[in-house]
């Protein structure tokens, strides 16, 4: 009796025993088998193998929600999108907490412009997580890409009220601000030092008045240029200029310019032109046409670019084809943006071969330089003070072929300051 009770006891505690090591052994199997995926996705783009995998961790431990959540993260990976949505949402039915299946989804709709979904699902976060930023971010947006200004507004007042010292936040709140009130008139100064024996300098300087609107922009500027040799003046003279970019759709704009002037320092008139069309991640093309009419001759310009923002970079490449007399000379330029703060603060940093119609220091010479090689290289910074200063320097270097096979040093000292109304 006393034996056959001690046998059932000792069955008893190698059952409770064996069954608890299946569990732990079952708990490492499917840990190891979660970190293996996590490192393989970190290390591999094999996300069939992944899926594979997360599928085999889903049938072994199927309250294991991890292993959905990484089934929808690689679904997404191969562009799969319905299957990443469809597991997105299994966790959230299944635990309405799990913060990071609120996040992939929401991204996932904003990459697929499903922008009042992933504003539903913004909101149902920031009922369970009031107090997580990231999601207040995420807020603001989408309202940005729905183009609901007074809304981001909001947002981004209501993101201030809980973190009023988040830097993203006051940034986007500032920019959005200086885009509602960029009216402004302020001075553009450039000096032109000439290395050539008893030519320059040359001075310009530009009155400018910017007024924008929700259409787009307009902008007047009255210029002055005065160029000496021989340390006299040799010529001098005024030129009226009034431009404007109109927003034809969400995706696209034109700019349009027209200038004149009655002095031999300046064209006799300028007339230009261009249609710009922004495409999906930040790249934007132009094409365009100029036409000159200086006092000896007729030039007409095609020109063409593209840019690409590139996180804080902005990059621009454009080429013109100046036409005279059946005869084409190619110019050509890059130009190179890191912006800080706000749209006015920025460093830039230019290249270029030849002489464009876009270059206001050297446009009176446009009809000299045309079949004249030109080397240009700059750099520049902008400030904007006091929120309510714009400021910036620019220094230029030009090497320049003066008449053929002969060259001249010309250097720029361009100065900016602009006040913000």
Known sequence: ?????????????????????????????????????????????????????????????????????????????????????????????????????????????????????????????????????VYYQKKSEIYGLLQEREQQIKSLKETLEIFPNDPQTLSEFEQINQEKRNNRIGVNYNYTAIDRKEIGPWHLLNLEYVNDQKWGSIIGRISYAERYAINNSISKGMQFEIESYYKTSKRSYTYWDATYSNDLVFPKYKLGGSFYLNWEKSWEADLGVRFIKTQNLDVLTLVTGVSKTIGSYWLSVKAYLNNNKKKYNPVFTLNNRYYFNTKYDYATLNIGFGTSPDERTTIAQLQNRLKLYSYRIGAGYYKLLLKKFVTGIQLNYNYQEYIPNEFQNEYELSLLLHYKL
């Open 1 to 133: 009796m006393r034996q056959s009770y001690r046998y059932h006891y000792y069955t008893l505690i190698l059952f409770f025993s064996l069954g608890t090591l299946s569990l732990c052994a079952q708990k490492m199997n499917t840990d190891s088998l979660l970190v293996s995926i996590i490192a393989d996705m970190k290390t591999s783009n094999n996300y069939q193998k992944n899926i594979e995998k997360c599928l085999l961790g889903k049938k072994i431990a199927p309250e294991y929600l991890d292993f959905q959540l990484l089934l929808g993260r690689n679904y997404e990976f191969i562009k799969q999108t319905d299957s990443a949505r469809y597991y997105y949402k299994m966790v959230l039915d299944k635990n309405p907490k799990y913060e990071e299946a609120f996040l992939y989804l929401i991204n996932l709709n904003i990459h697929e412009k499903k922008y009042n979904e992933g504003l539903a699902t913004t909101e149902k976060a920031l009922t369970l997580y009031p107090k997580s930023l």
